[in-house]
Each structure stands twice: as C-alpha cells, then as structure tokens.
C-alpha cells in the first residue's frame, strides 16, 4: 500500500499512482497525452555542453573521460504510465508527475520517488493488483521484493542502494532516486519530482562537482529538500548511503 507521504505527494504533482499525470481532458490518448506536455525538456547538459560545430572540429572533446562517462549514463528511454496502458517514451519528453516503471537494467530517466516495488500496482489495502501484464505476488515472494540501484556515477556512494519493504505495514519508503542511475535487481513503480536541470546530475554538473571523487565522508545521508523528513531512515547505513550533497 502507499503510505500517507506517497499520497501527498502524488497529490501535489496532480498525479494518479494508476494512470499517471493528470491531463485535462484526457482520455489515455497517447496523441492527446503529448500534446499536453509543457514546453521544458527532460535534458541534461554534459559537462562541455559545446555547440555541434565545436564537437566536428574537435573530436577529441567526446574523448575527455568527463563526457564519456556523461554518454554512458545519461537516460535515453522511459517506460511511462498513460492511462490504463505503459508505453515507452524517449526520456527527454519525461514531466514532473509522470508515473514509470522500472526494470532490471535501465537507467534512471528523471530524479524520482519511490512509490512501489515489483512491476504491478498496489491496492489500498497493500495487496498487489494483477494486471494484464502482470501475474501478481503471492506472500512468499512479496517478502523478497527488493529493488537495488547504482547511483555510484552519480554520488560516488560505493554501496548501491537496497529497498526493500517495511515489514509493518507492507509499505516502501519514498525513496529519491537520481537520474543516471542503474538499475541493477528488481522492478518498481516510481513518481517523476524533477526533470531537466532541476536533476541532481545536472546540479552537480553546473556547480563542478561532477564526475564524483567518489572518496569516503564527502557524501553525507541527508535531506535533498525540504519535505524530506530527518531522522525517519531506519536504514543504519545499509539501504543507501547517500541523499544529498554537501
């Protein structure tokens, strides 16, 4: 089930957690869902953002290891909810309250929320909803679902991040997740928060502090803003590591 703070926030970006964005008049079209889209992109400046000319004449700037790692992470796809239906959008047309799913292998499209773990919908009452495509969980495999993400070209956090459920209540934290990241086990259901330059990576980028040093204590757990709460992570270290930078 979603917890309160899932809910508001979903709320506060005129989301729905099974159909996605909310749209005026909107119908599940995926037309009529583009043609709704805002103006801003979902793109990331690389750290030489050079005009095309600049690139043919000198090549060698795609060879600085800063822009090769940038090539390597930056997201190019997304999986996103419309309706009653999940279809794959380019990562650049991504909008902040814009439900995705994602799998083992891909890479973070937009700094997002937790909202869900395994590839299908929760119920109020926690229960896991079948879907088309998907069969649903019983109890015994509820209990290994887990999501684990790399977010070390990111933070240069050495350990990825283990999520998995609160055995209370059935419920998983809201968890950021930062573009760039990889997905390296699980499937989940996450709420797109910031897209473009308001991302951590392109933060990161414009203050010089990216690509991470990746060295111990230059990293710290907490808040990324302000309706994060302190002091609620029962993690002891081990779920992530990192959720902002100092």
């Known amino acids: 089930m979603l917890s309160q703070e899932q809910k508001d926030l979903l709320a506060s970006l005129s989301a729905n957690y099974k159909t996605g964005r909310s749209l005026s008049s909107s119908n599940g ?7 709704h889209r805002c103006e801003e992109l979902n793109i990331i400046n690389p750290p030489l953002n050079c005009p095309k000319w600049a690139c043919i004449i000198l090549p060698c700037i795609n060879h600085i290891p800063s822009m090769k790692l940038f090539k390597s992470i930056v997201p190019r796809e997304a999986e996103v909810r419309i309706g009653s239906r999940w279809v794959c959008y380019d990562a650049s047309s991504l909008n902040r309250g814009d439900i995705i799913r994602l799998s083992e292998g891909d890479t973070v499209p937009a700094d997002a929320r937790l909202l869900s773990l ?9 229960d896991e909803e079948e879907e088309q495509d998907g069969d649903g969980f019983d109890q015994d495999e509820e209990a290994t679902l887990e999501l684990v993400v790399d ?8 350990k990825p991040r283990i999520i998995s459920l609160n055995p209370d209540n059935k419920t998983v934290n809201a968890v950021e997740l930062f573009a760039g990241s990889v997905v390296l ?27 991470p040093k990746q060295r111990q204590g230059e990293w710290q757990a907490v808040s990324q803003d302000d309706h994060e709460q302190d002091g609620d992570d029962d993690n002891d270290g081990e779920i992530y590591t990192v959720i902002g930078y100092i």
């Open 118 to 126: 395994g590839p299908d919908f929760v119920d109020d009452d926690g």
């Open 29 to 35: 079209n995926v037309n009529e869902h583009e043609s």
């Open 185 to 211: 086990h699980g499937e989940a259901i996450a709420v797109v928060t910031k897209i473009g330059g308001d991302v951590l990576l392109s933060r990161l980028i414009r203050e010089g502090k990216w690509p």
């Open 151 to 158: 977010s070390n070209h990111i933070t240069g956090e050495t």
